[in-house]
């Protein structure tokens, strides 16, 4: 019998509801479950196919090769962008996607339920990702609940990022220049501004990056982060954008935060625009802290990192 890989992913996908899987997880799963169809394609393709091993990656790269016609044939098939790419099976449109992602089940196999995340669980993991060698940036949540809201209804809409970072540029540096850079007024830090979605889709993109460019223009470098971001045409979107705003895209890593990846690099601004930080400190209380704690870090030239734990 010959494998109908297209029929097994999806048959695979749609007994998943709200799963996703990387094209290796798929193919080892077919690989598992059809023993005899497997054994069949590895006998027709001898000359390249020799291994168990091989035949996996070979499934791998069909399945990953033959995703946009798929994707055709089945627009119930989505996938993510990042490396690697995930599949998933969505009856929803773009937009009901949207409006149920505080509903989306982000899974491994490693679990036997779905396990929900709500927006304000991904800010930790975040900050985790933004702790690595590759970032050391200290993060700390913005919590808009802490506002005054003087402005009145709608007066402070898209005007807090969910999360503000520092950046120490002097942490490799020996402590005798760390000085010599002190007394002389360089720059020793860059401030960054994070706001967050758990998906991105070509329903919200638009509307998401520009949230983004209003609550992160103060900052040397802004960032749209998702857990999700779905399909090319939104990271093609998302890189148009970039290019005329500056604002970067992290996709974010639930369940190895370590291993997020910067999909489009944030442009940096030269200066702070600090005319909008006061805004932000005379309507939030955390966001005049978060200066507190930039300022005792230019004072003393060293960074308080338990200041920055447990920012939820």
């Known amino acids: 019998m010959a494998l109908s890989l297209r029929q097994r992913v999806v048959e695979r996908l749609q007994s998943l509801p709200d799963t996703q899987q990387t094209a290796r997880e798929l193919a080892q799963w077919i690989f598992e479950q059809f023993p005899a169809e497997c054994a069949v394609k590895k006998a027709g393709s001898a000359s390249y196919i020799k291994t168990d091993d091989d035949l996996v990656q070979q499934l791998v790269a069909e399945i990953s090769g033959s995703r946009p016609r798929w994707q055709e044939m089945h627009p119930q098939l989505k996938t993510t962008e990042g490396r690697p790419r995930h599949y998933y099976w969505s009856e929803l449109d773009a937009t009901a996607e949207v409006a149920a992602a505080e509903g989306v089940a982000l899974v491994t196999s490693d679990l036997p339920e779905p396990s929900r995340l709500r927006e304000h669980a991904l800010y930790p993991l975040l900050a985790e990702y933004l702790l690595t060698d590759e970032q050391r940036v200290y993060a700390m949540r913005i919590n808009e609940k802490r506002s005054s809201n003087r402005a009145g209804i709608g007066g402070n809409e898209w005007l ?137 870090f230019h004072q003393t030239g060293e960074m308080a990192a338990r200041e920055w734990e447990a920012n939820e």
């Open 160 to 296: 807090h990022p969910d999360l503000v970072g520092l950046e120490d540029l002097t942490a490799d540096w020996m402590s005798d220049l760390r000085d010599c850079v002190r007394v002389m007024g360089d720059r020793r830090a860059r401030l960054w501004s994070f706001e967050i979605k758990l998906l991105l889709n070509r329903s919200n993109a638009r509307k998401s990056f520009f949230q983004a460019v209003s609550n992160s223009s103060w900052a040397h470098f802004g960032y749209l982060v998702a857990a999700t971001v779905e399909g090319d045409g939104t990271l093609k979107e998302l890189r148009m954008l970039a290019a005329a705003h500056g604002i970067g895209v992290i996709q974010l890593d639930v369940q190895s935060p370590t291993e997020s990846q910067i999909l489009i690099p944030a442009r940096e601004r030269s200066d702070v625009d600090w005319d909008m930080c006061n805004r932000l400190t005379a309507e939030n209380a955390d966001f005049a802290e978060f200066l507190g704690r930039v300022r005792r």
